[in-house]
Each structure stands twice: as C-alpha cells, then as structure tokens.
C-alpha cells in the first residue's frame, strides 16, 4: 500500500515536472500572442516597440552559445529556440504591416550601413540577415575561446542581462508616443506572471546563477 502510495506521488511528481518543462518552453512567447492579435487587428505598429524583438533575438541566440559552453536544462535552451521563432514571426508581421502602409518611397536597408535607421529597416529580409550575420559572429568567437570558462560565463551574463532589460524598449516607444494605445495590456500581465513563474523554476532546478539574477531583476523592473 506504501509501495503504491509513492510510486502515485512519483508518477505526479514527473508529469508535475513535465509540465512545468513544457510551460517554460512555451511560456515565453504566450505574451505575444495577444499583441499579434492587437497588432492585426488594428493594422498598425505604433504601439509595439520592435526593439523588443531586437532585445530578445540578441538575448536568445546567445544564450542558446552559452548551452553550447555550459549544458544547462534542455528546457531552457528549446525555449530560446521558440522565442527566436516568436520574435521572428512578430518582426515579419510588423514588417508586412508597415508595408502596407507605408507612404513613401524611401526605404531602408542593412545593406546602407546608416545607423540611424538602425533596427527601422524596411523588409523583413533585413532582419534575418542581421541575425545570420550575428549567429555567424557569435558562433566565431565561441569556437575560438570555447575551453575559456570566464568567457562561456561572461556570454551567459551578457545574455541575462540583454532579456532582462526587455522592458526597457517598450517603456521608451510608450515614452515617445505619450500613450499606451496599441500596446497589449495582457502582454504585460501575461510578462509579469511568466517572470514569476521562470523565476520560481530557475530556482528549484538550480539554473546557473545568470539566470535567477535575470529573473529577479525582471520582476523588479516589471513592479
């Protein structure tokens, strides 16, 4: 009867902990969800900062270097592989829409090495080259101080830091437009409650240290 009693608690244990693997994996990109949903609705972007994006691509695809120097749960590096998705897909959106919109002519490129029109290309295209390019430079360095224990964990604080500042993007383009409209009032929640929760889960399994910092600097950020 014992016996029983803890193989019930241990067959609840592991889907408890399946699903919580499977909540941080998704989790992440469920907030964007509804500011997709806004942005299609409405047929503009002003109110979503797609610095955001650049935030979080830059913060993913390093992180996802760093598993390569550090193997930490596969959880968390299947989550940065959706999270570049998600944001590649918010990006293509946002593109597309400005695009239909857009009245004049003029258009940026990666390709004109104008830093003032950094991150404001005109096509979708120019951010995937952006995120080879980088992909391509970060997997340069990583080959060449791999067996650099400061380095892989320098790459794991630099991409911590880079995501918990995701905030910061949102906050100025509200800054600039002198409103909140258009921005999705669930994303936000729904941030606040995932950054709890990873938060929560960086502990119990004992992530590296980079990760619970990031946590618990976006929930004071977020408050």
Not at 3 to 12: I, V
Not at 123 to 128: A, G, K
Not at 190 to 211: M, R
Request: charge should be negative; proline fraction near 2%.
């Amino acid at each position: 009867m014992e016996q029983g009693s803890e193989e019930n608690m241990e067959s609840s244990w592991t889907l408890l902990s399946w699903l919580a693997s499977a909540v941080m994996v998704f989790g992440g990109a469920v907030p964007y969800v509804p500011q997709y949903q806004e942005i299609q609705r409405t047929n503009n972007t002003e109110g979503f900062s797609t610095r955001v994006c650049l935030v979080l691509l830059v913060a993913n695809i390093l992180r996802i270097f760093f598993w390569i120097g550090k193997q930490f749960e596969l959880p968390l590096l299947l989550q940065s592989v959706v999270m570049i998705l998600t944001m590649l897909a918010m990006l293509h959106l946002c593109c597309s829409i400005q695009s239909s919109n857009r009245v004049s002519t003029k258009q940026h490129h990666i390709t004109d090495l104008d830093l003032l029109y950094f991150w404001s290309w005109s096509s979708f295209e120019d951010y995937l080259m952006f995120c080879f390019a980088f992909t391509l430079l970060c997997a340069f360095v990583t080959f060449l101080f791999l067996d650099w224990v400061l380095f892989v964990e320098a790459l794991g604080s630099l991409a911590v830091m880079f995501e918990a500042m995701l905030g910061l993007p949102q906050l100025l383009q509200n800054y600039n437009n002198r409103s909140t409209r258009g921005m999705s009032v669930k994303m936000v929640l729904l941030w606040t409650a995932g950054d709890i929760f990873k938060t929560t889960y960086f502990v119990i399994n004992e992530s590296p240290t980079q990760f619970v910092v990031c946590g618990a600097v976006q929930i004071s950020i977020r408050s």
